[in-house]
């Protein structure tokens, strides 16, 4: 549909003394959700599963890597086996359970069990399973399509390349970089730029451990992982996933990275890479915004927390069910879509924002001089209750 139909059906279905459901009946969708990654899938998924029209539209095309240390907190794992239903959890049963984290700090290795344990799955076999599990719960998938531009209020209009979509409501699920979530005027107060690394490679033997080294500009995470697929049976058992986070003038590819820490170049003498590297456009924090102009945003378009604590994907997921849920009353037309992102702004911050507080404060103290970290690291190695403390602060 051209975007001038589109434009004249939303100022039609405004017309004043319209009900939700009236509205409803003329759009092409109750929803649209924009990136199809963790958070949009699970969105499209919530709201598919309670009877909602949706439509979920993914710039890119699954499976694919992409950067991210692939460590899934326990807390999201109960959701994510709901969300990929039986035929998915293919996924699930072939996650290695990380039941141990390390942290190389300084010349100094703290340690902390994680239990209940994590679970470590490759983004190329999550993100395709979720995708797959939206479509069989009837959502409608269009792959290779970039939202251009998100009009209105409430009711919305969507422009793609392939023409625009309207709706009643829209979940922003973009990630924390792409045309519609970084406004211009933020990119200029970006002070330091960090970029994301990742690749797998092959290590015999890999304990269940996440294991975070870090250094002078950034740190990098290691963790065993699988990958689904006859073409990788080969490398079951045998795959590391590598995850840097550095300042963008520490590191360009990941053999630098290697460099950077003793005990990493050391551990990483025998590897051979299984998959070509993947790095990410520059990472920048801001403060979490979970809605704006009435448009739910979930994941890291709604705040991105820092990759160490691993929490993005759960975030992720546990946003976008959320979003999906508080937006349930505005298709039944209890409530308006302004009312319903109210709604979800508040949940948002009494649930998923102390995530966001904790790490920021953890990423403080990592920041602090040496001389300063020192006596805080030692605090943490005398006291593994401490240590296990801020692991929870986390999730
Ligand atoms: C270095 C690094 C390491 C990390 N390690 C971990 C970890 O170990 N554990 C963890 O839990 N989290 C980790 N994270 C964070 C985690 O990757 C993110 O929090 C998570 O991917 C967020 O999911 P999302 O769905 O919000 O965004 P994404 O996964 O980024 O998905 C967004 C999707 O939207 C699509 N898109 C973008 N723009 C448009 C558009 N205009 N139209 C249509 N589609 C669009 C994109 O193609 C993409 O597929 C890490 C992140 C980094 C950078």
Redesign the pocket.
Known sequence: MSRLIATTCIAWARLPGNTNKEYALRLMYDLIV???????SSAAITAAQAGVKVLL????RYPRH????????AESLGLLSELLGNRGKASLTDAVPISHARVFLDDRTLESPINPPAGSIARYDL?AALWRAAIENGVEGHLQ???QKINGIGPFSVSTANGAFESLAVIN????W???TAPAKENGAIREKWV?L?GHFSETAAAQSVDLYFFPGGYC?VQPVNLLGPENEESQGGRINL???VRADTASTLLDVFWLHPQLRERSRDWQPLSDPVT?AP?FFRPPRPAEQNVLM????AG??D?FV???????LRSGALAAKSLAPCFSEKISVARAADVYRKSYEQTLLPVFRASSTIRKLLALPRFLRGPLISLLQSSPRFTRYLVQRTR
């Open positions: 924009i990136g199809g990654g963790p958070a949009g539209l993914e710039r890119g992409k950067v991210c240390g692939e460590f899934v907190s993100d399509t970039s939202a699920a973009a990630g924390r792409s045309n519609l994301g990742k995470g995850c840097a986070m990410t990472l979930v994941g890291d378009s991105f927390v990759p691993g929490d993005g994907i759960s975030l992720a």
